[in-house]
């Protein structure tokens, strides 16, 4: 069998992707399939950290829109990811994997929060480490809190899980035309306004020379085999 090419990784999993077809709430076939490949990461030796999104539930700035307060929309968002984060939680334990759930805002009666070096010696001893609430802060995306967390974490790549199988010149939906990148630099993400991540995440990624791995999680088998190295979705990296 072959070496994992990444042995700690950092998983962003969408809200919208945890609720499949539906596009709303949860669906835990989806989310079943998805552990059981996270299952398979963790047999294989890789240690595992995820970030949740929540906007299968609430997305602050456009649920909130300008009938809310900003600060108080995003912090419904961070709640929402947290309902998230508890939901794939106890479908990894159902699989007999071990895991912990840190938030970055104190919520004591449900989760761990969130400590630095208590998430790295949780990864060490096998367990996935799931992180709701995103950085904890307002006007932060939890794409964001992906990349920050990754670079706490010392994560030797990021995994974005998304609706979409890579990095386009456009959007594939309105063009018909546009290209699927294989390989992009983050100043090109950057300069040609490429909306995968916004600008803060992709930003720190390249401050923190963190590989970025866009692909489906149509099919959830896709994580294992960016895993393992195989040529999945589009690469976001420095200059080669």
């Known amino acids: 069998m072959s070496e994992p090419q990444y042995r700690r990784v950092l998983l962003k999993l969408s809200g919208e992707a945890l609720a499949g077809g539906a596009g709303r709430g949860l669906d835990f076939d989806v989310i079943g399939s998805v552990c059981d490949v996270i299952k398979k990461c963790v047999d294989r030796g890789v240690q595992v950290g995820i970030v949740v999104g929540g906007g299968n539930f609430w997305r602050g700035l456009k649920d909130g829109g300008d009938r809310m307060e900003r600060t108080r929309a995003d912090h419904m968002g961070m709640l929402a990811t947290t309902i998230n984060a508890l939901a794939v939680a106890d479908v990894l334990e159902q699989k007999g994997v071990d895991v912990r759930v840190q938030t970055a805002i104190e919520m004591r009666a449900v989760a761990e929060p969130y400590i630095r070096s208590r998430a790295i010696r949780h990864m060490e001893k096998g367990r996935v480490v799931i992180f709701g609430c995103g ?10 809190a992906a990349v920050l967390r990754a670079a706490e ?30 390989t992009i630099t983050y100043d090109d993400m950057l300069s040609r306004h490429l909306q995968v991540m916004d600008s803060t995440a992709t930003s720190l990624s390249m401050d923190n020379k963190i590989p970025v791995i866009l692909f489906a999680l149509k099919d959830p088998e896709n994580i294992l085999r960016v895993v393992m190295g195989e040529k999945i979705g589009t690469i976001v990296k420095e200059e080669p």
Do not use: E, H
Not at 135 to 144: K, L, M, Q, V
Not at 159 to 165: C, E, S, T, V, Y
Not at 172 to 177: A, F, S
């Open 135 to 144: 950085t904890g802060n307002p006007f932060f995306s939890t794409d964001t």
């Open 153 to 182: 974490i010392d994560a030797d790549a990021i995994l974005l899980a998304k609706n979409i199988d890579g990095v386009y010149s456009a959007d594939p939906k309105k063009d018909p035309n546009a290209v699927k990148y294989d």
